[in-house]
């Protein structure tokens, strides 16, 4: 009875908690219609502040920075945002806004061949669908061979045989991209430049030569880490390292 009594008081906390939210996230949109922009940010940040997180969240944290002219804080959170809901034509639409306010001009080294081929196949599905049309496949591939080994004319054994073989392959080939898919995900480590103008080093080190300058609201990959730098690498192909605190990590 206790346990029951304990498990009501959490969820009816828990509920307590998400209306609270739910109306300084109101407070918030309604600060926001008032062109009280930085009141606005404050009372998203609350919401942040508490473990909440959601792509209208970050959006409209986007919105706000955006109209105080914070690049690097806008497209940070639109960044978010598109994480969280990357088919979102809004979000996409505002953080091509915010990045024509940024100054570098970085040109994309295009993937061509191969490995552009297949990282648009790759991309077809998220890791959680190749990984569960994996599963499926490889249950049909029991399926298809036990019906294999039962059955008693020679056209039916050879058409389950024939048919487990091809869905065993193409469950190998969806495994393949499942992990490929993990692999792309566990490099992708994006983070923006949070500051007016940062050097970036050869070296993890103050007295080594300035490789380039980059500034507020670029978006760079983050390669390594050493100390309190931060290797990182640019859509072109350049890399180097920067203070961590000149960055902020997606």
């Given at each position: 009875?206790?346990?029951?009594?304990?498990?009501?008081?959490?969820?009816?906390?828990?509920?307590?908690?998400?209306?609270?939210?739910?109306?300084?996230?109101?407070?918030?949109?309604?600060?926001?219609?008032?062109?009280?922009?930085?009141?606005?940010?404050?009372?998203?940040?609350?919401?942040?502040?508490?473990?909440?997180?959601?792509?209208?969240?970050?959006?409209?944290?986007?919105?706000?920075?955006?109209?105080?002219?914070?690049?690097?804080?806008?497209?940070?959170?639109?960044?978010?945002?598109?994480?969280?809901?990357?088919?979102?034509t809004d979000i996409?639409?505002?953080?091509?806004?915010?990045?024509?306010?940024?100054?570098?001009?970085?040109?994309?080294?295009?993937?061509?061949?191969?490995?552009?081929?297949?990282?648009?196949?790759?991309?077809?599905?998220?890791?959680?669908?190749?990984?569960?049309?994996?599963?499926?496949?490889?249950?049909?591939?029991?399926?298809?061979?036990?019906?294999?080994?039962?059955?008693?004319?020679?056209?039916?054994?050879?058409?389950?045989?024939?048919?487990?073989?091809?869905?065993?392959?193409?469950?190998?080939?969806?495994?393949?991209?499942?992990?490929?898919?993990?692999?792309?995900?566990?490099?992708?480590n994006p983070a923006?430049?949070?500051?007016?103008?940062?050097?970036?080093?050869?070296?993890?080190?103050?007295?080594?030569?300035?490789?380039?300058?980059?500034?507020?609201?670029?978006?760079?990959?983050?390669?390594?880490?050493?100390?309190?730098?931060?290797?990182?690498?640019?859509?072109?192909?350049?890399?180097?390292?920067?203070?961590?605190?000149?960055?902020?990590?997606?």
């Amino acid at each position: 009875m206790k346990t029951v009594l304990y498990i009501l008081m959490m969820l009816l906390s828990s509920l307590t908690f998400a209306q609270d939210q739910e109306a300084v996230f109101e407070q918030a949109n309604t600060l926001y219609n008032q062109g009280k922009y930085a009141e606005a940010i404050d009372k998203y940040q609350t919401i942040l502040d508490s473990g909440l997180q959601s792509s209208e969240l970050f959006f409209n944290l986007g919105n706000a920075h955006y109209k105080l002219n914070h690049v690097g804080p806008s497209v940070y959170y639109f960044e978010k945002a598109l994480q969280l809901a990357p088919n979102d034509t809004d979000i996409k639409n505002n953080i091509a806004y915010a990045r024509n306010m940024t100054i570098d001009a970085i040109d994309v080294v295009p993937e061509v061949g191969l490995t552009k081929l297949l990282k648009n196949v790759t991309g077809f599905l998220s890791f959680d669908g190749w990984a569960i049309t994996t599963v499926m496949l490889f249950v049909i591939f029991v399926v298809l061979f036990i019906s294999y080994y039962f059955a008693e004319y020679t056209a039916k054994k050879r058409f389950a045989f024939t048919t487990s073989i091809i869905v065993f392959f193409i469950g190998c080939l969806t495994l393949f991209f499942a992990f490929h898919d993990y692999n792309l995900t566990q490099k992708d480590n994006p983070a923006i430049i949070f500051v007016q103008e940062s050097q970036v080093k050869s070296e993890p080190n103050l007295s080594s030569q300035e490789a380039f300058i980059l500034h507020e609201g670029t978006k760079v990959q983050v390669l390594d880490t050493v100390n309190n730098w931060k290797k990182i690498k640019l859509s072109d192909g350049k890399t180097g390292w920067v203070s961590s605190t000149d960055i902020k990590v997606l």
